[in-house]
């Protein structure tokens, strides 16, 4: 029996199965075997060939969808790229990189070819597509209004091991030579221990010290013991509103109250996307000031996340002690603050 074989079994038995709590235990068993055999038939496949895409710039967000909803139309509007347009589906062959410039930030923008339902096993290229757009820092679900496929979307992304707006689950495990399993959690868990053991058997380990931090369902342990996971923020675009009547775009604006509502073709609604491109990459410009100069403010070193005043000295290479900072992270303008202390985006830095 193939590893194909053995998934669709497991998952037609888990689509079977009653979930309660004398059904836990064995729902763990399937799911975390049904991860490991994805894990084991998705490292064949997929090695990125020519799909693979170099990053470059500061951060990448990769854009996904449907064919033909207007993925390369938009990466066009926003960059000097040159990517294919039609009327047809299935244009866009392999992914196409172009070069976003804003707020002294380069953003990578990359077109995929488009997904369809069973994407993530296999059908359409899918398997190669969500490949090559999982490792973007961020994903722009493209979706067109009168065809509205964010569920089937987010279902292909979550089957290929992409979990978007989430954190990592808060699981540590330590393997050890002995000593058996020695599971401890900070919190009260709904999965009963039995069920806890059972997964982690299943992932291999015998011998091991495992701390869990928060409480977890099934999936996010699953989750916490798989190696293809990956942890994506997103932003949810509805395109060709261009297309739309005043009350449906009015509706559609009412049911997705955190979508962006664009049209990629009339350039409407793409400032605001890219504003919030950028916002969602929690991008930090950082000014550096020489003593007794001004602050560069043409060049400002770009962070992204939680960026410390050792995150800047690391990120220069060389070595600093003390820092004075200007800005919104800081009550006193100027003060020295320790190489702890973390910067806002537009903060003027002095390493001395
Ligand atoms: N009315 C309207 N049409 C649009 C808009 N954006 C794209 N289109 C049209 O939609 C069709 C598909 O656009 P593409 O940009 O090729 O779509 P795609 O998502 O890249 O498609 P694939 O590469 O096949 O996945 C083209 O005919 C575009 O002109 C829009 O905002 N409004
Ligand atoms: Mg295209």
């Known amino acids: 029996m193939s ?30 075997r049904l991860s490991k055999l994805k894990e084991k038939s998705t490292s064949k496949k997929t090695g990125g060939g020519s799909f693979a895409v170099k990053k470059m710039g500061d951060a990448t967000a990769a854009l996904v969808g449907f064919p033909s909803v207007g993925k390369s139309t938009l990466l066009n509007a926003l960059t000097s790229a040159e990517s294919r347009t039609a009327g047809y589906e299935f244009t866009t062959l392999k992914p ?11 953003i990578q923008l990359i077109d995929a070819p488009g997904i369809i339902e069973g994407a993530s096993e296999g059908r359409g290229g899918g398997r190669q597509i969500l490949s090559a757009v999982r490792n973007a820092d961020l994903l722009i679900i493209l979706l067109d209004p009168r065809k509205n496929r964010l569920e089937i979307v987010r279902q292909e992304l979550y089957d290929s091991g992409v979990r978007l707006d989430q954190s990592p689950p808060d699981v540590l495990v330590k393997k050890t030579v002995k ?46 013991l798989s190696d293809n996971r990956v942890y994506v923020p997103s932003l949810v675009v509805y395109n060709k509103v261009d297309k739309l009547s005043e009350k449906e775009l009015k509706n559609l604006k009412k049911q997705h109250p955190k979508a962006l509502f664009i049209s ?22 950082i000014y550096l000031k020489k003593p007794g ?8 070193l770009i962070m992204r996340g939680l960026a410390t005043v050792q995150d800047v000295i ?20 100027g003060i020295t603050v320790s190489l702890k202390h973390e910067l806002n985006d537009e903060d003027v830095v002095t390493l001395s």
Do not use: C
Request: hydrophobic share 35%; no cysteine; glycine share 8%.
């Open 96 to 106: 196409i990189p172009g070069m976003l410039e804003y707020n002294k930030t380069k």
């Open 293 to 300: 100069r001004d602050p560069d403010y043409d060049e400002p």
């Open 179 to 224: 000593g058996g399993l020695v599971v401890e959690s900070t919190v009260k868990q709904e999965l009963s221990m039995d069920t806890i053991r059972g997964v982690l058997k299943e992932f291999g380990y015998v011998n091991a010290q495992v701390l869990l931090r928060q409480r977890l369902s099934v999936d996010e342990l699953v989750d916490a």
């Open 314 to 333: 690391k990120e220069l290479g060389k070595d600093f002690e003390s820092a004075r900072v200007w800005g919104s992270s800081v009550k006193h303008q």
């Open 3 to 32: 590893a194909e074989d053995d998934i669709k079994r497991i998952k037609e038995e888990l689509a079977k199965i009653k979930h309660n709590k004398s059904t836990e235990h064995y729902i763990g068993h399937l799911k975390a």
């Open 264 to 285: 990629a073709k009339n350039e409407s609604g793409v400032g605001e996307l890219v504003r919030a491109v950028w916002e969602k990459l929690d991008f930090k410009r």
